[in-house]
């Protein structure tokens, strides 16, 4: 199923993304009303209209396109955990983020995206990655490389002597080993900042404008589509374990991704202390 799919036109899939950020996105961009910005866990972790329903409407459409298909969705989720289980059932997956960036998004920034990625029993096939504002659409597709408005990006490697440039976890949202392993970003030849939008952060990796990503959390649609686009840029990742990154969970953590494999390996060994 998964490969007479992939072996089809996957433009569909872009046209599924583009439709629902025209109609359920853009229309509340800097349009939003107090009453339809929710708190979820807190005040920086926040849902809107715009993620609700962009959410049902590539539910709708996503499915159609691979029938038996199922999607995980960070809003169903949110609604019902038992949702996430389907991560490890024997359809095939599509792992939704609608609105990833949230904050960004409230505020009126333009550093917000759609992240799609399809995946079956733990492996990553294709993945989406759209921003709307900036008008930028990444696909990666599993051996087939990574794209960027059609054209392939590698993610390259840092230059010789270079500080690193790597996105993290904000500290305030880590446990205290991770919070103590994230400190380890703190030395000389590396200059660490808290990430914005987890999936255009992926980006930049992916196209070579960030060496790094650090992140202490693992839920499956903030890093399922960016993992795979890294990946078929050129890029690695790995856990504190010295693994590859489980998308069903279960990670050592912290974890990154990185513009190569050497430059994840020094990311992990400053993680360890």
């Known amino acids: 199923m998964i490969d007479d799919f992939l072996n089809g036109d996957l433009s569909d899939v872009e046209g599924a993304l583009r439709k629902a950020a025209a109609v359920e996105i853009m229309p509340r961009y800097r349009q939003l009303a ?5 708190e979820k866990s807190g005040p920086h972790d926040l849902v809107t209209i715009a ?11 996503l499915t159609a396109l691979l029938p038996g298909s199922v999607v995980v969705g960070e809003e169903a989720v949110h609604a019902d955990p038992s949702v996430y289980e389907a991560l490890q059932g024997d359809a095939p997956v599509w792992i939704v983020d609608p609105v990833d960036g949230t904050r960004q998004f409230v505020r009126g920034e333009p550093g917000f995206c759609t992240l799609v990625a399809l995946a079956h029993h733990g492996e990553l ?12 659409m990444a696909v990666a597709v599993r051996g087939g490389g990574a794209r960027l408005n059609g054209e392939p990006i590698r993610a390259g490697s840092p230059a010789p002597g270079a500080d690193l440039e790597i996105a993290m976890s904000h500290p ?3 446990t205290p080993d991770q919070k103590r392993a994230l400190l380890g970003l703190n030395v000389p030849g590396v200059r660490a900042r808290p990430c914005g939008s987890a999936g255009l952060e992926y980006l930049s990796v992916a196209r070579g404008e960030l060496d790094a990503v650090a992140f202490s959390w ?7 589509a960016g993992l795979l686009l890294v990946t078929e840029a050129g890029g690695a990742h ?7 990154f489980r998308i069903g969970g279960g990670n ?3 974890f990154t991704a990185a513009r190569d494999g050497a430059t994840a390996r020094r990311v992990r060994a400053l993680l360890q202390g």
Do not use: K, N, Q
Request: glycine residues 2%; hydrophobic residues 45%.
């Open 238 to 244: 790995v856990t504190l374990a010295g693994e590859p």
């Open 125 to 136: 096939f294709a993945s989406w990655t759209y921003a709307p504002v900036l008008e930028e």
């Open 218 to 224: 693992e839920l499956a649609w903030d890093h399922a």
């Open 34 to 38: 107090a009453h339809e910005i929710v």
């Open 51 to 61: 993620d609700r329903s962009a959410e049902e409407h590539l539910t709708a459409s």
């Open 252 to 254: 050592a953590l912290p």
């Open 172 to 174: 305030d949202y880590t």
